[in-house]
């Protein structure tokens, strides 16, 4: 146990819909990494949040986006569905905004878009 | 935009035989590499983390160099478990713009 929660575990919604998924990063830390694992593709990193600021952006779409709260928490939030994001959804969280800091791993959320 | 190989794609060993693989990158244009190990069904787990100055590190049976000149780094596993097996992944931090992984080893260790 990494002591980084996702929810949901799963969803499974219609095209065009939008979903909110949650991340409490482990006690302590502040930085927080939401990352897409699509079928047949490898980690690709979306957007990074740093003690409630964005600090890094990746692959992220425009449809989707993210924000990290005060008692940093975050959330990743995905509108106009479309099949192709179907994916499992990690978030990741460090101890600080460098990258000398080790990521811990969430259990993930896996989205279905039928 | 960095580019991250990793090889090879899979691997098959025996127990207790020790294996290696590598992480390429073509500059050293980074902050850090990570190498992390991801159980199926499971979720990624951190390694090792990497700096351009840094040395080679160690945890039990596995440890990882890093060649900035050369652009790769290894990971080596000693007395191959079957427990080892896992799809191994780098990903190199970008200072802090973008973390780009490769696309894994997947390594099978046979009892």
Not at chain 1, 73 to 82: A, C, R, V, Y
């Amino acid at each position: 146990d990494s002591g980084v929660t996702q929810t949901p575990k799963h969803l499974i919604t219609a095209t065009g819909q939008r979903v909110t998924l949650r991340c409490s990063p482990r006690s302590g830390d502040l930085s927080v990494y939401w990352y897409q694992q699509s079928l047949d593709q490898g980690l690709q990193f979306l957007i990074q949040y740093y003690n409630g600021e964005e600090r890094a952006k990746g692959n992220i779409l425009e449809r989707f986006s993210a924000q990290q709260f005060p008692d940093l928490h975050s959330e990743l939030n995905l509108s106009s569905l479309e099949l192709g994001d179907s994916a499992l959804y990690f978030c990741a969280s460090s101890l600080g905004l460098a990258g000398v800091y080790k990521q811990y791993f969430g259990p993930g959320t896996r989205l279905t878009v039928t | 935009i960095l580019n991250v190989e990793q090889s090879p794609q899979s691997l098959h060993v025996q127990e207790g035989d020790s294996t290696n693989f590598t992480c390429s990158f073509p500059s050293s244009n980074f902050y850090a590499l990570h190498w992390y190990r991801w159980e199926t069904a499971k979720s990624p787990e951190a390694l090792f983390v990497m700096t351009l100055n840094g040395d080679e590190k160690k945890k039990g049976r596995i440890s990882a160099t890093l060649n900035t000149k050369e652009g790769y780094s290894y990971l080596y596993i000693k007395g191959s478990q079957p427990e080892d097996s896992a799809t191994y992944l780098c990903a190199l931090d970008n200072y802090g713009q973008n973390f780009v992984f490769g696309p894994g080893t997947r390594l099978s260790v046979l009892p």
